[in-house]
């Protein structure tokens, strides 16, 4: 069967693939590098799954320089980004546990951040128990 007889919607998504990121890569990285180099994955039509997460205003700074880019790269929409991290139901001890990880890492590694970008990525639903990647057709 063809994508034709289909509908063709699996040919309006043009290459992209899955990129994984382990933290290990951007941890000695200052701000602006990791920014860099996390909008140089998506900028080459890849969905990028970070272990770990940013910090809040790295966020805020990934947001705003991709608001900033619409218009002014050839097709690019922005990005969709969703943190996923534990579901708040760990005890006490398991939360300080974490706690101390992350403070002797330099982050959040028991949370995964999701970035794409919006021409392929619609929208990222996420509830406790599973995690949807919507993708445009």
């Known amino acids: 069967m063809t994508n034709k007889k289909r509908g063709g919607s699996l040919g309006r998504i043009k290459g992209f693939a899955i990129q994984f990121l382990p933290y290990s890569e951007i941890k000695d990285l200052d701000s602006n590098r990791r920014i860099k180099k996390i909008l140089g994955v998506v900028l080459g039509n890849n ?9 809040p205003e790295e966020e805020t700074r990934l947001i705003g320089d991709t608001m900033a880019m619409i218009g002014h790269v050839k097709h690019f929409k ?5 943190v996923i991290s534990g579901n708040g139901q760990e005890g006490f001890i398991e939360n300080l546990k974490r706690g ?3 403070v002797l890492s330099g982050g959040d590694l028991g949370a995964i ?3 794409g970008p919006a021409t392929i990525v619609k929208e990222i639903k996420k509830n406790p128990k599973k995690i949807e990647l919507l993708l445009n057709k």
């Open 100 to 102: 101390i990880v992350n």
């Open 113 to 115: 951040t999701i970035i």
């Open 78 to 82: 922005g990005i969709e980004l969703a």
């Open 47 to 55: 969905i990028l799954i970070l272990q770990g997460r940013l910090y």
